[in-house]
Structures are given as structure tokens and as C-alpha cells.
């Protein structure tokens, strides 16, 4: 309720003030009044720094789009050769240099892997030995000399012994063996013992079977085509299918890595013991070296296992060959073989189909090194990754922060081979490769694309019970540091990966994604098992980076030093930091965040942002809110500019809140803020208003009334609105969310914008009036238009000001706060304030529309005359066309530069005073010819067609105004008889006595009927009531005088009348009078009977009390009640009495002006004695 009572209160002091714009209006601005010159500044130099003024506030307008812009150029910025921020080194982590003696021993390492090479080599290997001993030399900074003694030690010590692993993985697309459309398949492999280039160029002639028969084993010359038993190896039998799938892996020791071949049967096994059992006991014996004793313990060994339909001389139930495979070792690759191979039949006659899916992979099982005796291969491996990686990254030249990890064809070929040597399986390469290089990167920075491709690695072959010990211990503590690095980056995100930086932005981005992946990895949840929550880490640490961030912003800018001004500006840059940084949070760091680790970084940065920004302004303010409620303190130009522009900053910062989320937008420090700065926008705004004042004042001194471009206004109209739509964009951006304040800035804005029009106009109005002397008339002219053009379009931006200043939004507010009173109260002082407004416009445009008809006075008085004075012989076209000349050539500088609304003023005035002019003219001239007449009336006809102009100007209703048809009137009753004239008059007189109702001079009671056998008419007055009193005593004698008229129609009938009644204002009378009266006398409308009630005076004459008429078409046009015989017994008529003065009428002063007329001289003449009665009274 006090909410209401404080808005009625602010309603009635704004209504209060709009209202009295009038009163302001008149008297000439006083020297306080900021339209008025100040002594002590040149009116040039307050213009120029009211437009400072106002382009320093666009600049602040423009602050959010800017910001926007800005973030949008970020956004889409492209790649940059700019290099990102150095970042973070891990100080901690660089380790000492390895001692010369341990490069020694690593390098015998690398010279002993590269004599020992062994397999194909791919493409993207380096073969040439010499070729990876130069590389070797630069890597280790090794000497001549040195080489040679570490080579010759690498050469004379023990070859390394080579072993094969074969995986047995699945077959497909084998040979049906058996009736049921299967087979049950099953693979015998081992090693073939190296050959001559002879022999092995004869065994191409021939395949090796396993189960081949024992005559055509023991024919064969070659007693090398041999096999020990220790190295045969059988696989499960896998019934009934064509596609079997083993899974089964198998090392074979090598004696000849170089001569040595792998042999592959596959067998449909058809006896009823296995086979596979035989071969392992067969195993278990050693020694056995010739292919048909083999043979023989095979079958041996089956029948003592069989049953007993297997004998030794039965090869009917022998297994069914399926195919073979020989694959020399010699050409296997460096990193081994993991392919489908074709089988192959054992002869010419051999049927086969199928392949089959093998893994194979050379290592050595005995290196003679003394790194090899002293570590681990794992560790020895590491080393030299670590040795050539850091060697390798120095060397690159472009973009070093941004390698991708490739070593060269030397390095990676060495590495390899050291990897195959020492049996690395994949899984434990790339973690060597990870630790290696993630280590690295914390203190030489690499590319984040290629530490996440080693996280993938990892995790596709990921086998916890391959990691065990102290290398899942350093994995842990690999994935821990980088971790921790990763989260001291996000610290400094600001610093190390600026938005400004497109370059920094990526790795940024990688940097998260594995950071993101390395949560989801398998192999992390296993070595780390107690850090499953990451994404709190990672909060923490944006938390804290956006609080030491804000820390440097205030360092940077000191906020707490210098003078109050000086503190806010400071602020100003603050909060401004701070919009920027939430900015790039929204439209960049966010996006990252989310997507990569599932975390909401602006909600956390901007509430925290918010919160702090919010403590530190409202300290602030509240030391201006103090010092601007002293009442000898005012709000000074700059300290308003800079609360503004605080002002615009905290609500670019609020506005930012949409893109929390609902729940987190709620109950936010900076929701009130806005009522911090109240009492200093209400001193605000008057200086915006005192600005705008400084600016419309000159724009009119400067103006010379000049049209701008292809619009009919002038520079200070153009510059007038321009200043409003600066004020209103003000308003908008205030964006003023508390209702009740709203409508009272709304109200002051409003008063501000109506003042400053009215004042514009007005001084417009003086400009005009003092430069209008020493003009030509049509320069004149044009300047009036303009101004008036300039009151126009000032006018028409006023009308726009509810949309612009959103009245709607205010009303809808208050009425949700206060009531429907409240949206009332807001809707009447609003539109009070325009209303008031759009008539003092229009009192401005009536000035000028004045003073440009005025100079037209005297060339239309003088075509007036002429017309007047022209000679009845002179055609009318010819007495009408100076005047249409002048108005056409002057209807053509109007045309040319009025706007079409100030046109139709223009004409409407000029339509006005030329109808004045004429009316004028034919009263001046009455009683004259009735030519004279004619000529006038044909002259307005021509007139209303030229006004109207063919529907492009005035409308004939506009132009068919009162004046016209006082003018028509004229000029028909100038035309008519002294008769017609009469008849009018009496007709008026019915029409009026029609409209009378209590009047104050009493009424009279009569009876009227009419007999038309007898052409009689009957008239009873009955009494009166009333009467006014025109005797000293209070009373009056009145009687009643009754007679038809005019008296032309009636010739032969008398006045008659009643008794004189003594001393009473209700006479009674009851007296019958008759008249004759023919069917052709009552037929005119204007037959009347008068009744004229008088006072009787026995020393002077007669007072006239009033007078009454009935018009005889009541009584005696057939069908009316009174025209029968039944007319006796109608009800009496009430006439009310009026006391008119008959001179007022025009129609007698055209008679009075028929001097030579006597019927009208007479009729003039009776009415002039009631008139001079009454005014003896």
C-alpha cells in the first residue's frame, strides 16, 4: 500500500510537471535555464562538448556489441603462425644428465641391437648399417674412436639366441573330410633345420609332411630334412567345423635365425585316440632326429593308446591332410607377421583350400650386454626412447611445441629392432612410449594430439596381469604427474591458452580431451584406483584460477587508490575485464570443458566472478550514495559519465546469467544491483538532459533553415532526433528492472523529451520571426516551411515515444505490483504528459502556419477587392483568375516544401482565411446587386475545387466547415427577396422554439384547432406561467399579443390579444381567438402563430416578457389531430417563452441593409421596438 501511495505521489509531481511545460512556454528562458547562453562558455564550445558527451555515451552503449564482435573475430580466427604461451615446466622433473659412463653402456646397447638385427626390413626402415651408426653417433655425441672400441666389443661378444612365438589363431574355408560335410581339423607345426641354397632350391620339387609314409621318408637322399621332436607342436582338435578357431601360441628356440623355416600341417583327424596326446609323450623323449623314426613313435605311440581296430598296417583310418604351410625365417619382418596364409598342397596331386591365421614374431632370449645383466629389457628400452626423444626434439625447426612425436627413419628403425630383441609386446611399448613422452612434455612441450593417440594405444591393448610391479607402479606415477600438470595448465588456462591465441586454443582442447579420455580409460582405473574423481580436481582448480585471475585484474588496476572518480573508472575497467573473460568462458573455454571432461566451467567461473565483482562495486557505491544524499552535493558531467558507464558494465555482466542454468541463475549477488546506483541516475539523467538542452540550442543557431537531402526538414530537426534516439537507446540499455523505478524514469525522461521539443519549437518560432525582415517573399516562405516541417517530424518521433520507452512493459509492470490503480495511474500521467506535448507542437505550428498566412494578407485582400470592384460586364473566370493565379504559384512552393500533414494545415488555414476575406467583403457590401453575389458564390465553388484538388487536398467535409456554410448562408440570404428573407427568419424562429426546454422566462399554455370547412382556425390561450417580473413590485401586468405571420402571407389578418392580467406572474387567461386561414396560407412550412407576452405600463409603453411561435403545420395540415372535429378536446401545447435580441441575427441585418425596401424596412422597424424594449429594461 505505501508502494502505491509513493507511486501517486511521483505520478502527481511528474503530471504536476508536465503541465506546467505551458507556463514554462511563455515567459522567455531564464538565465538558469540550460537552453539559455552561459556567460562564461562560447556556444560553439558547449556544442562540441555536448557532442563529446554523447559519442563518448554511444561508446558506451556500443561496449556489448563490441565485446561481441570481438569474441566473434576470436571465434573465427584461423590458423595463426603465432606461437602459443610458453607453459608450465615441472621444474621438479627434469632430471640430472646421464653420466658418460651410463651413455657408454647405452650405446653398447644400441650398436649390439643393430648387429644383431634380424627380419625383413619395411620400406620405412633404414637398412643400411652404416646409415643407423652415423645417427647413433649423433644421438649419443659419440667419437670415432670410441664407436669403433664399443663395435668391436658388440661384434666379438655371444650372438644373440633368437626364439619364435607362433600364435595359432583360427583357419577358415578348410577341406570336408568327413561324411557329414566337416572335418575335425588340427595343426602339427615345428622347425625345419636350416639348408644349403642347393638343397633348398631341390625341396622346391617336393613338400615336407609330417605323416608321410615311412618308405618314401626313408628313399629320400637328404638326411638334413629333419626335425627334432622337442620342437613339434600339436594344437587341439576341433571337431566338425570348416572354420576352426585355436587361439593357441607356441615358442619355438631357433638355431639359424637366417636358414631355419617354419612348417604348418593341417590334418583331419579321423582316428579314435588323439594324436595330439601321442606327439606330447613323443615330446617328452629327446634325441630323436630322423623323420621316419619319428614317424614310427607316432604311430607307436597311437596304437599303444588306440584301440584296438588301429593297427600299424592299416592306412585306411590315417588322419586326411588339409594343407601346409612353409614360411622361411628369413622373411619375416622386423616387427613379425600377423596375416592370413594360404595353404598349400604336399604335391601336385594334393587337393586344398583354405587359409589360415598365424602370428609370428622373432625375439631373442639371450643378449650378451651389460645393460642386458644389469636391468630390466623394459628399463634399458625406456632409456634409449628417452635418449633418442630428446635428441630428436631438438632438432625440430618448425613449430617444436607442436610435434607430433615422429622420430626419424634411423631411430625408429633402431628402436624397433631394440623393441623385437627384447620381446616388448605392444602393450608394453606404448607404455614405455607414454611415460617416456608424457615425461618429456613437462618440460619441452609437445603435441597434445599425440599424447592422447599414446593414451588410445595403451588402452586398446590393455592386459592388467601384463602390468604388474614396479612398471605398474610407473605407470601410475606417469599418469599421476601428467595428470597434475595438466591440472596446473587449467590453473593458468588464462595465461597459457589465451582465446586470442587459435594456435593456443587447440592444444587447449586436445589437452582436455586427454584428460577426458584418460578418466574413461581402463588402464587408469586400474593403476590408479583412487583417483575416480577427476572432474572434482578439476574443479578445484578452476576455482581457483578464476580467484587469482580476478587477484591479478585488481592488482593490475588498483580500484582501491586515487579519488572516488578515479576509483569507479578503475572499476570500470574491472568489470569490463571480467565481462571479457566470462565472454571467451561462454563462447570458448566453456565448450571445451564441457565436451571433453563434463564440466560446467562458466557456471563456475562466472558465479564466482559475479560474487566478487558484486562485493567490491557495492563498497563503492555505497561511498557515492552517501556523498550524493548530502544535499550540498551535486553528480559533476565526468563522475555521471563514469556511474554509467559502471552501470552498463554490471548489466552487460548480469546479462550473462541467461546461460546458467535455471537452478543456478537464481539468488545471484548481482540480482539488485541496480539499486545502487538510484539516486545517482535520477542526477544522471538531468545531465543528459542539460546536455541534450546545449545540443538542441545550437543546432538551432546553426541551422539556416536549409532542406537535408531529399527530406523537407532541416539540420536541427535531423540533429534533434538524432539527440532523442541517443537519450532513448540511454534508456534501453539502463534496461531498468524494478517496475516502480521504471515508471518514475520513464516519467522524467517523457517531461525531458517534451520540454526539449517545446523549446525547440519555440526557439525555431523566434529564429523565424527575427529573420523574416529584409526577406523576399518566397525565401520566406520556404524557411517557414521548414520550420514548420522541423515541429512536425519532432512530433511524429514524440508519438513513437510509448513503443520506445516500452509504456506497455511499465503499465503491464505496475499493474503486477500495484493493481490495476497502478496501471491507471501510470497510463494517466504518460499520456497526460504527450497529450500536452502534441498541443503546445500544434500551438507552435498554428504560430507559423500564422505567420506564413500573414504575409499572404495583403495579395489576397488586394484579389478579394478585385473581384469585388470587377464590373458586372467582366466574365467570372476572368474576375477569379488573378487570384487562382497567385494561389497556384504559391500552392506550387508549398507543395514543393511542406510535408503533406503541415500541407493540409496550411490549406486548411489558408481555406480559412480566404472564406474570412470573402464573408468579410459580403457583409461589407449588403443590399447590393444580386450579380454581386453570384460572383462570390461561383468564386467559392472554384476555391473549394482548387482546395480540394481533385481528392490530393482538402477533403470537401474539412473544407465544409462552419465558416463555409456561414459564408453560404450569407451569400444565399444576400441573393433572396426581403419576402424570402422574412420567411427565413421565421423558420429559424420554428426551429428554434422546437429545441426550447424551461427556459427561465417562462412558458405559456395554448389550444390550436382548425376547422377546414370554415378555413377557421381557433386559438385559446389558456394561462401562463412564470412570466418574469418587470415591475418595481416584483409582479408584472402581463397580456398576450397573437397574430399570424409574415404578415405578407397573412395581409388581411390583425393582431389580437388577451386582457391585461393584474400584478401576477401566472396569469390565467382562458380567451378564444379566431383566424382565417386558407389551405394555401398553412401549406408553407414558415406559417406560423406568434405569441408575444407583454407587460402592460400605464405611463410608458409596453415590456416585452417573450415570446413564443407555433407553426400552423401542427394544427392545420390534414390528418393532424387539431384538423378535426375532435380538435377541441386535444391537450394544450406548452410554448416556452425566449427574449432574443433580433439584431444578432444576419438575416436582419441584411434586411436593415434594403434601405429601399419598405416590407423589409417595416419588419426591421417592428423588431427594433422589442429589441429596444428589452434593453430599457
Not at 366 to 377: F, H
Not at 519 to 538: G, H, S, W, Y
Not at 899 to 917: I, T
Request: charged fraction near 25%; charge should be negative.
Amino acid at each position: 500500500m505505501s508502494t502505491l501511495l509513493d507511486l501517486k505521489s511521483s505520478v502527481l509531481r511528474q503530471v504536476q510537471r508536465s503541465q506546467s511545460l505551458r507556463s514554462r512556454r511563455d515567459p522567455p528562458p531564464s538565465p538558469s535555464s540550460p537552453l539559455t547562453c552561459c556567460p562564461d562558455a562560447s556556444p560553439h564550445r558547449m556544442f562540441e562538448e555536448s557532442m563529446e558527451f554523447f559519442e563518448r555515451m554511444s561508446s558506451v552503449l556500443q561496449k556489448q556489441d563490441n565485446m561481441l564482435q570481438a569474441a566473434q573475430a576470436e571465434s573465427q580466427q584461423g590458423a595463426s603462425t603465432v606461437p602459443p604461451p610458453q607453459e608450465h615446466i615441472d621444474q621438479a622433473f627434469i632430471a640430472d644428465r646421464i653420466s658418460r659412463r651410463e651413455l657408454d653402456l647405452l650405446y653398447e646397447e644400441a650398436v649390439y641391437t643393430v648387429v644383431n638385427r634380424v627380419g625383413v626390413p619395411s620400406p620405412e626402415y633404414v637398412s643400411s648399417e652404416e646409415d643407423m651408426f652415423t645417427y647413433l653417433l649423433k644421438v649419443f655425441d659419440m667419437g670415432e674412436e670410441e664407436h669403433d672400441i664399443i663395435l668391436q666389443k658388440a661384434q666379438e661378444s655371444k650372438r644373440a639366441s633368437f626364439s619364435l612365438r607362433v600364435s595359432v589363431l583360427k583357419a577358415k574355408n578348410l577341406m570336408a573330410k568327413d561324411a557329414n560335410g566337416y572335418s575335425d581339423p588340427y595343426c602339427m607345426l615345428g622347425m625345419l633345420l636350416g639348408q644349403s641354397p642347393r638343397e633348398a632350391e631341390e625341396k622346391k620339387e617336393r613338400k615336407f609332411s609330417f605323416r608321410k609314409r615311412k618308405e618314401k621318408l626313408e628313399k629320400r637322399s637328404s638326411t638334413k630334412e629333419v626335425l627334432a621332436a622337442r620342437c613339434i607342436q600339436v594344437t587341439e582338435v576341433k571337431a566338425e567345423t570348416l572354420n576352426p578357431v585355436w587361439d593357441e601360441h607356441f615358442v619355438f628356440e631357433i638355431d639359424d635365425v637366417h636358414n631355419d623355416l617354419l612348417h604348418l600341417d593341417i590334418w583331419d583327424h579321423d582316428d579314435d585316440v588323439s594324436v595330439a596326446e601321442a606327439c606330447k609323450k613323443l615330446n617328452e623323449v629327446s634325441g630323436f632326429r630322423g623323420m621316419g623314426r619319428y614317424f614310427k613313435q607316432i604311430a607307436k605311440s597311437v596304437r599303444a593308446n588306440g584301440s584296438s581296430s588301429a593297427s600299424s598296417g592299416s592306412e585306411e583310418n590315417a588322419d586326411d591332410f588339409l594343407g601346409c604351410i612353409n614360411i622361411p625365417l628369413s622373411e619375416i619382418p622386423v616387427s613379425g607377421f600377423d596375416k592370413w596364409f594360404k595353404l598349400e598342397p604336399r604335391s601336385s596331386a594334393s587337393k586344398v583350400q583354405g587359409e589360415c591365421h598365424l602370428i609370428l614374431k622373432l625375439f631373442t632370449n639371450q643378449r650378451d650386454t651389460t645393460l642386458t645383466k644389469r636391468e630390466e629389457n623394459v628399463s634399458i628400452h625406456k632409456k634409449l626412447l628417452t635418449q633418442i626423444l630428446e635428441y630428436e626434439h631438438a632438432h625440430v625447426k618448425r613449430e617444436p611445441y607442436n610435434w607430433n612425436g615422429l622420430v626419424s627413419p634411423p631411430a625408429w628403425t633402431v628402436l624397433t629392432h631394440h623393441a623385437v630383441q627384447t620381446d616388448l609386446s605392444p602393450l608394453l611399448q606404448a607404455v614405455i612410449r607414454w611415460q617416456c613422452y608424457s615425461g618429456h612434455h613437462r618440460c619441452q612441450r609437445l603435441c597434445y594430439s599425440l599424447l592422447l593417440r599414446l593414451l588410445r594405444a595403451i588402452d586398446a591393448d590393455w592386459d592388467p596381469p601384463a602390468v604388474r610391479g614396479n612398471l605398474e607402479r610407473q605407470l601410475s606415477d606417469s599418469f599421476r604427474l601428467y595428470t597434475e600438470h595438466c591440472l596446473c595448465l587449467m590453473k593458468n588456462m588464462r595465461h597459457v591458452f589465451p582465446c586470442t591465441n587459435p594456435a593456443a586454443i587447440t592444444r587447449f582442447e586436445l589437452m582436455l580431451r586427454g584428460v577426458g579420455y584418460m578418466q574413461t580409460m581402463q588402464a587408469f582405473k586400474t593403476v590408479c584406483p583412487l583417483r575416480n574423481e577427476l572432474n572434482l580436481d578439476i574443479t578445484t582448480v578452476v576455482k581457483k584460477g578464476t580467484a587469482e585471475w580476478y587477484e591479478d585484474v585488481i592488482a593490475q588496476h588498483k580500484p582501491e587508490e586515487g579519488t572516488l572518480e578515479e576509483q569507479l573508472k578503475r572499476l570500470v575497467r574491472v568489470v569490463d575485464a571480467v565481462c571479457v573473460d566470462v565472454q571467451r568462458a561462454q563462447n570458448t573455454y566453456n565448450k571445451l570443458y564441457v565436451s571433453a571432461v563434463k564440466v560446467d566451467f562458466f557456471s563456475l567461473s562466472y558465479r564466482q566472478l559475479e560474487k566478487l565483482v558484486a562485493d567490491d562495486i557495492n563498497v563503492v557505491m555505497e561511498r557515492v550514495c552517501g556523498t550524493l544524499e548530502q544535499e550540498s552535493s551535486r553528480l559533476t558531467q565526468s563522475m555521471g559519465e563514469t556511474v554509467f558507464e559502471l552501470f552498463i558494465s554490471l548489466k552487460i555482466l548480469k546479462g550473462f546469467r541467461e546461460f546458467l542454468p535455471l537452478k543456478d541463475a537464481k539468488m545471484l549477488a548481482l540480482t539488485g544491483f541496480h539499486n545502487w546506483f538510484k539516486s545517482s541516475i535520477h542526477k544522471w539523467l538531468q545531465i543528459v538532459h542539460d546536455r541534450s538542452c546545449d545540443r538542441i540550442r545550437r543546432a538551432v543557431d546553426v541551422d539556416k533553415l536549409d532542406p537535408v537531402h531529399e527530406a523537407k526538414h532541416s539540420s536541427s530537426a535531423e540533429e534533434i532526433t538524432a539527440c532523442f534516439s541517443q537519450v532513448r537507446e540511454i534508456w534501453s540499455q539502463l534496461a531498468w528492472p524494478d517496475s516502480a523505478g521504471a515508471f518514475i524514469f520513464v516519467t522524467r525522461l517523457t517531461d525531458n523529451f517534451c520540454s526539449e521539443a517545446v523549446c525547440f519549437s519555440e526557439m525555431m518560432t523566434r529564429k523565424i520571426e527575427r529573420n523574416q525582415l529584409g526577406r523576399d517573399h518566397k525565401s520566406l516562405t520556404v524557411q517557414l516551411c521548414v520550420a514548420l516541417n522541423n515541429t512536425e517530424h519532432v512530433r511524429v518521433f514524440l508519438g513513437g515515444l510509448p513503443r520506445a520507452l516500452d509504456w506497455p512493459g511499465v503499465e503491464q509492470a505496475m499493474e503486477e505490483s500495484c493493481g490495476a490503480e497502478g496501471k491507471e495511474q501510470v497510463y494517466k500521467a504518460l499520456n497526460g504528459q504527450l497529450y500536452n506535448v502534441d498541443l503546445d507542437l500544434q500551438r507552435e505550428a498554428k504560430r507559423l502556419i500564422a505567420l506564413l498566412t500573414d504575409k499572404m494578407v495583403p495579395e489576397l485582400r488586394r484579389y478579394i477587392q478585385h473581384i469585388s470592384l470587377s464590373p458586372d460586364s467582366i466574365n467570372n473566370d476572368d474576375a477569379v483568375s488573378p487570384l487562382m493565379k497567385y494561389l497556384h504559384d504559391t500552392m506550387v512552393i508549398l507543395s514543393d516544401s511542406l510535408v503533406k500533414e503541415n500541407l493540409a494545415r496550411v490549406l486548411q488555414s489558408m481555406w480559412g482565411l480566404l472564406l474570412q476575406m470573402i464573408l468579410d467583403t459580403v457583409a461589407e457590401n449588403r443590399g447590393v446587386q444580386v450579380e454581386f453575389y453570384n460572383r462570390f458564390q461561383y468564386t467559392v465553388e472554384t476555391l473549394l475545387q482548387f482546395f480540394h484538388a481533385e481528392g490530393n487536398g482538402l477533403t470537401t467535409e474539412d473544407m465544409k466547415n462552419g465558416d463555409y456554410k456561414v459564408l453560404e448562408e450569407e451569400l444565399k440570404m444576400n441573393k433572396c427577396s426581403s419576402f424570402e428573407l422574412i420567411e427565413q427568419y421565421f423558420l429559424e424562429r420554428i426551429s428554434v422554439q422546437r429545441t426550447l426546454k424551461h427556459t427561465r422566462f417562462g412558458r405559456i399554455s395554448v389550444k390550436c384547432y382548425y376547422d377546414p370547412p370554415e378555413q377557421r382556425l381557433t386559438v385559446e390561450i389558456l394561462h401562463a406561467a412564470d412570466i418574469i417580473a418587470l415591475d418595481a413590485n416584483g409582479l408584472s401586468d402581463p397580456f398576450v399579443i397573437v397574430e399570424l405571420c409574415p404578415h405578407h402571407l397573412f395581409p388581411m389578418a390583425k393582431s389580437q390579444r388577451t386582457q391585461v392580467k393584474l400584478k401576477t406572474l401566472h396569469p390565467v387567461f382562458d380567451e378564444l381567438f379566431y383566424f382565417h386561414v386558407s389551405p394555401e396560407q398553412y401549406r408553407h412550412r414558415f406559417a406560423c402563430l406568434t405569441f408575444t407576452v407583454m407587460d402592460y405600463d400605464w405611463l410608458s409603453t409596453n415590456d416585452f416578457a417573450g415570446e413564443a411561435v407555433a407553426p400552423l403545420s401542427d394544427f392545420c395540415w390534414p390528418g393532424r389531430p387539431n384538423a378535426s372535429a375532435a380538435g377541441k378536446s386535444v391537450q394544450p401545447a406548452i410554448l416556452h417563452l425566449s427574449r432574443n435580441k433580433p439584431s444578432e441575427k444576419p438575416i436582419m441585418r441584411m434586411l436593415e441593409a434594403r434601405t429601399g425596401d419598405k416590407e423589409a424596412q417595416e419588419f426591421v422597424r417592428r423588431l427594433k421596438e422589442i429589441e429596444k424594449s428589452m434593453e430599457e429594461e
